[in-house]
């Protein structure tokens, strides 16, 4: 059983006239106010005031007020829709959303679609002979290649990068793309 | 329907489902308005301000299930506005017609005398606490809901329910 003070239970008195105790802190502040003549005195008080307030509204104007409050605002807001009819259109799109949602489908388009996201400054090979022709040359100008870097780490005005597949045979690399990055101006080919 | 799917009517272009808020929320938001200003037409003026501007600024309610929370807010800002400006003629107070004919004249003035004690006190309180006593009591907004609408938290709002009852109860004593 709990004991309550008196000043906990002045704010008791407040919070179960606003309906806000529970069950088992109800019947700790009935026994405290069956005990305790001041807090049953400040429990009346507190209930004289409660009522007071709730009959402190006021009163309802009535339903002229109501039928001129409508028309009135009726009014206002016909007023409001046609001062700004293509403004709150405009308002209501959901512009944050798009502003999001249409630079990413655009970028989205242009990479998957029009393979702008790198593909299309890659040079394909178009045939093996080629591609080997290609590799002998850029040995002799570069030096030894490797399977994925062709050398240009080694310098500084070239870097070539070579992707390969397994299409042509199940052993044996094929190349597919390459591209090259340098300095301007340095011919390496 | 639903406060959000009238909303999503109105943000369609249906204005009669904006009225079918304005009849639902008129009355009592009017009537909150009154028991602050105290002004008949200054309340319904108010009240059609806010509908006004909950009008023109629907799109922006980015939380549609808060509607009326962000219409009281609006209500109360527009109140606090309200009664920053100096007072321009005397006001009659709406609660001087709350007499029942049935009563003694003893029991009337008595009466009277009461009102206008409480009304003296609740006039006396700090604005704050005067807003959250009258959206506690007579709204029956939660402390969550008072929070929102007055700024702060919900324990600050409750805390200042308490300050305000207190005063009240301390003033009526005294004044006795």
Same mark, same amino acid.
């Not at chain 1, 299309?120 to 002799?140: I, M, N, W, Y």
């Not at chain 1, 490797?146 to 052993?171: H, K, L, N, W």
């Not at chain 2, 079918?20 to 909150?32: E, G, I």
């Given at each position: ?32 106010? $069956? ?6 005195? =400040? ?7 409660? =009522?007071?307030?709730?009959? =402190? ?29 293509? $403004? ?9 959303? *798009? ?21 299309? *400054? ?17 040995? +002799? ?6 399977? +994925? ?19 042509? *045979?199940? *052993? ?8 090259? +990055?340098? +300095? ?6 | ?63 549609? /299930? /808060? ?34 004919? /049935? ?47 007055? &700024? &702060? ?5 409750? &805390? ?6 207190? /005063? ?9």
């Amino acid at each position: 059983m709990r004991n309550l003070d008196c000043g906990k239970a002045q704010d008791w008195i407040v919070s179960n006239l606003d309906n806000r105790l529970d069950c088992d802190d109800r019947r700790t502040l009935e026994r405290h106010l $069956a005990t305790c003549r001041a807090c049953r005195d =400040a429990e009346i008080a507190y209930q004289n005031l409660w =009522a007071s307030l709730k009959g =402190a509204m006021p009163e309802d104007p009535g339903e002229a007020f109501w039928n001129d409050y409508r028309v009135s605002l009726n009014k206002k807001l016909d007023e409001a829709s046609s001062r700004r009819p293509v $403004a709150w259109s405009l308002r209501a799109f959901p512009w944050k959303a *798009t502003a999001v949602v249409v630079p990413a489908m655009v970028a989205l388009f242009l990479v998957v679609f029009l393979g702008l996201g790198g593909e299309a *400054t890659r040079q394909p090979f178009v045939d093996h002979a080629g591609c080997q022709k290609l590799f002998q040359e850029l040995s +002799e100008i570069y030096g030894p290649t490797s399977e +994925e870097i062709i050398p240009g780490a080694y310098f500084d005005f070239v870097t070539t990068t070579v992707a390969y597949s397994r299409r042509a *045979t199940a *052993t044996r690399l094929l190349p597919r793309w390459f591209e090259v +990055e340098d +300095e301007p101006n340095q011919p390496y080919l | 329907m639903t406060d959000e799917e009238l909303l999503n009517c109105v943000r369609a272009g249906d204005r009669e489902a904006f009225c079918r808020l304005v009849d639902k929320y008129a009355k009592p938001l009017t009537m909150m308005i009154l028991r602050m200003v105290k002004d008949r037409e200054d309340a319904r003026d108010i009240s059609q301000h806010v509908f006004l501007r909950a009008y023109e600024r629907l799109p922006h309610l980015l939380n549609p /299930s /808060s509607f009326k929370t962000w219409l009281y807010k609006m209500a109360v800002n527009a109140v606090r506005d309200h009664l920053r400006k100096p007072r321009r003629t005397f006001v009659p107070d709406v609660l001087d017609g709350l007499a029942d004919p /049935s009563d003694s004249a003893a029991c009337l003035l008595e009466k009277e005398h009461d009102k206008r004690r409480i009304r003296a006190a609740i006039q006396d309180l700090p604005l704050k606490q005067r807003m959250t006593l009258q959206l506690r009591v007579f709204e029956g907004l939660d402390y969550e809901q008072i929070a929102q609408i007055l &700024g &702060g938290r919900a324990n600050g709002a409750k &805390g200042n329910f308490f300050h305000a009852v207190k /005063s009240l109860k301390q003033k009526l004593d005294t004044k006795k």
